[in-house]
Nanobody, 119 residues
Framework: QVQLVESGGGLAQAGGSLRLSCAAS????????MGWYRQAPGKQRELVAI???????NYADSVKGRFTISRNKAKNTVYLQMNSLKPEDTAVYYC?????????????WGQGTQVTVSS
């Protein structure tokens, strides 16, 4: 059974930094990509950043130059370093992994972690 366990998040002041971590566990879990999404109150969930198996990355325009996604492939762990935080970054952040365990590739989700940025 695949599980994504998130850590990090919390409260930060505008201009500050936070770091999120997400570890994927599960036997024979092959990962195509891992990423972070966020959902603010009253808004749809949106992609923040994603890193693919070969190392390429994509970012939402709103976070380019401020957030950095990285990974430790050996530990099936992905990180999101968030710098120069803004109040509009406030949201629940969800870890996502597109991968396959015993069946076809599919999306897996973490439980979400709250990030609150005060002005």
């Amino acid at each position: 059974q695949v599980q994504l366990v998130e850590s990090g998040g919390g409260l930060a002041q505008a201009g500050g930094s936070l770091r999120l971590s997400c570890a994927a566990s599960g036997s024979n879990f092959r990962i195509n990509a891992m990423g972070w999404y966020r959902q603010a109150p009253g808004k749809q969930r949106e992609l923040v950043a994603i890193i693919f198996s070969r190392g390429s990355t994509n970012y939402a325009d709103s976070v380019k130059g401020r957030f950095t996604i990285s990974r430790n492939k050996a530990k099936n762990t992905v990180y999101l370093q968030m710098n120069s935080l803004k109040p509009e970054d406030t949201a629940v952040y969800y870890c996502n992994a597109n991968g396959a365990a015993l069946g076809p590739f599919r999306d897996y989700w973490g439980q979400g972690t709250q990030v609150t940025v005060s002005s």
